[in-house]
């Protein structure tokens, strides 16, 4: 059975790319820093614990594994509170230190795994406004350009090593009770969604289902290396995507968050967060042949809210 070794594997993007690989019939290995305290672990996964920094203690997994994916990082939207300079470092710390262990576990395996994913974020590319982005673009100058660009640079040492390695910049995944689209979701269920800001920033966003066979997808693919937004083909403006999520709902669409107001509750966070975006549009991933069930916000939201 091919192991894949998944960290941050209890989060939400962890578990359910877990439920897709297990019926795929791979052997999932999680890493935790407390497996004895970790809930509701899928049967047949295995926890093993790290410290987020180096290799000790579960180092010899990535010998012979088939795959890593590296999900591993504090979460930047959640809980929806402002960004304090030690919750920043936090963010950037976890992200880099988990990138480096994962090196040094590679470099210390006689068998290298296949294949390594390495999480990232569109954030990556910074405010914008209509342009398209492709997976050609450059990184943004913000505090998320700037994680980003170390979050993807900490594994970068695996390909000297001869691992193939897919960076996944992923847009806003849609999941009904898990994420950041619940928080986005609530002010529609209680009759008071409207447009954020303006309205005009863009959201680039993606299933659940989707996400997760994209990750699979990257993992089997022998051809598939370098960086691929894992976002839908059809990323919406704001007040559109509101719009989309009130249909849905059968909820008016009417009631505005003032940009200032955000700013004022959220700081830095607002602003990068919920008042700019990105067009991304998954370019690389369609030309490798990839097929989205829902490339559609009607039809993604409709399956989600079912």
């Known amino acids: 059975m091919k192991r894949i070794v998944i960290t941050g594997g209890s989060g939400f993007l962890g578990r359910a790319l877990t439920d897709e690989l297990l019926r795929a019939g791979y052997e999932i290995v999680w890493l935790g820093r407390n497996p004895e305290t970790t809930r509701d672990v899928p049967s047949g996964v295995r926890v093993e614990k790290w410290d987020g920094r180096t290799a000790q203690g579960w180092g010899a997994l990535a010998d012979g594994a088939f795959a890593i994916v590296n999900l591993a990082g504090e979460s930047i939207g959640i809980p929806p509170i402002p960004w304090t300079n030690e919750r920043k470092r936090r963010i950037r710390d976890s992200r880099v230190n988990a990138g480096k262990a994962m090196v040094e576990a590679v470099r210390l395996a006689r068998v290298k795994p296949r294949v390594v994913i390495q999480a990232s974020g569109v954030g990556y590319y910074g405010a914008r ?45 849609l999941d009904k009770s898990d994420g950041v689209f619940p928080y986005l979701a609530l002010p529609f269920r209680l009759f008071f969604g409207g447009p954020i800001g303006s309205g005009r920033q863009f959201i680039a966003w993606i299933h659940l289902a989707d996400y997760v066979r994209a990750i699979q997808f990257l993992i089997e693919n022998e051809n598939a290396r370098g960086v691929f937004n894992l976002t839908a083909p059809n990323p919406l403006t704001n007040a559109d995507f509101g719009r989309a999520l009130a249909r849905v709902l059968h909820r008016p669409f009417w009631f505005p968050v003032p940009g200032f107001a955000l700013k004022l509750a959220l700081g830095e966070m607002a602003e990068l967060l919920l008042l700019s975006g990105q067009r991304a549009v998954p370019e690389r991933l369609l030309r490798a042949g990839f097929k989205f069930q829902f490339a559609n916000a009607d039809n993604a939201l409709k399956d989600v809210l079912k």
């Open 129 to 173: 406004g209509e342009e398209i982005i492709t997976e050609k673009n450059s990184a943004g100058d913000d505090f998320l350009g700037d994680v980003a660009t170390q979050w993807e640079a900490s594994s970068a040492q695996v390909e000297a090593l001869g691992v193939r390695r897919a960076i996944i910049r992923t847009g806003l995944p």
